[in-house]
């Protein structure tokens, strides 16, 4: 693969001085010999105007987070990333890469989970060029390559892991996103390092399921959401009758047998679990009448 190499060309201040003082005393001699002065100068001065006009596609500026990927007859023959105003061979070809730190959005995109549930899924990806000489020569279109690496990426991750997690280890798109990011910044880095990109974060932007099954699937998370509740209360109630049995036991109010114990644990469940307030009946004679 074809490495960045770093370069410094020749101070563009010196030469461009040196090139302008040749084009005015060009100027200047073709002006001599055209007024009959000294004619031997035009001739001289047309060549030294000539050759200057030559050297000056030469200067070029870099730009602060820039870089210059300078080529030679279709050789590469390195990088040039410090700001400022610089010199090379007028033949090269100098290529402008941004080294910024950039955005990109992945569409939202329709992919089966884990599960084969529709859902829909866009993400975030920063990233910045840190091989100007990987990025220009070993992938056609550096930009375009994130965009449909990033994508594809993002469906490959999409497709390994269900919406909703239905086992306590499983990981799950909806609920553990800190690992789902972190799995897709680790694929993007192995696809994106032969174009010399350095991805910085990349992060889940949009997750739904998609229209024609949302409406169950949101029945699907009510109805879980209800049996878990359910759950609670129902362990709730029985450690609250568990308590009252062991107290009345303790401070010895009423001694009860195996069926009015049962008949006990039985209406205090049913109060403590009932959805709707409960109606009481007032018992008006004995214990067991």
């Known amino acids: 693969m074809l490495r960045e190499i770093d370069t410094k060309p020749a101070s563009g201040i010196l030469i461009a001085v040196v090139l302008t003082a040749a084009v005015l005393a060009g100027f200047y001699g073709f002006y001599l010999g055209a007024r009959g002065d000294d004619f031997g100068l035009a001739i001289p001065s047309i060549l030294v105007s000539i050759v200057t006009g030559l050297l000056l596609p030469g200067l070029f500026t870099v730009e602060p987070n820039e870089g210059k990927a300078l080529t030679l007859f279709g050789t590469y023959k390195g990088t040039v990333r410090e700001p400022g105003l610089w010199w090379v061979n007028p033949f090269m070809q100098k290529t402008s890469v941004s080294l910024r730190v950039r955005n990109f959005e992945t569409n939202k995109l329709k992919v089966n989970d884990a599960y084969s549930n529709p859902v829909e899924i866009g993400a975030i990806v920063v990233w910045r060029v840190t091989d100007t000489a990987e990025a220009l020569f070993e992938v056609n279109d550096y930009v375009q390559y994130v965009a449909v690496q990033s994508e594809s990426a993002l469906r490959a991750l999409a497709s390994q892991h269900p919406y909703d997690a239905h086992g306590s280890n499983e990981v799950a798109l909806s609920t553990h996103q800190e690992e789902v990011n972190k799995g897709l910044a680790l694929a ?83 109060v403590l679990c009932s959805e709707r307030a409960t109606q009481p009946v007032v018992n008006t004679g004995s214990l067991y009448t």
Not at 223 to 241: D, F, P
């Open 188 to 270: 993007l880095v192995d696809r994106l390092a032969k174009a010399g990109v350095e991805v910085i974060e990349a992060r889940i932007s949009h997750l739904a399921y998609s229209p024609e099954i949302a409406a169950a699937m949101l029945q699907r998370q009510q109805a879980s959401a209800i049996v878990a509740a359910r759950q609670t209360i129902v362990e709730g109630a029985v450690g609250m009758v568990e308590l009252a049995l062991a107290s009345l036991k303790e401070r010895d109010i009423v001694d009860l047998d195996g069926e009015r114990k049962a008949a006990m644990v039985s209406n205090l469940l049913v």
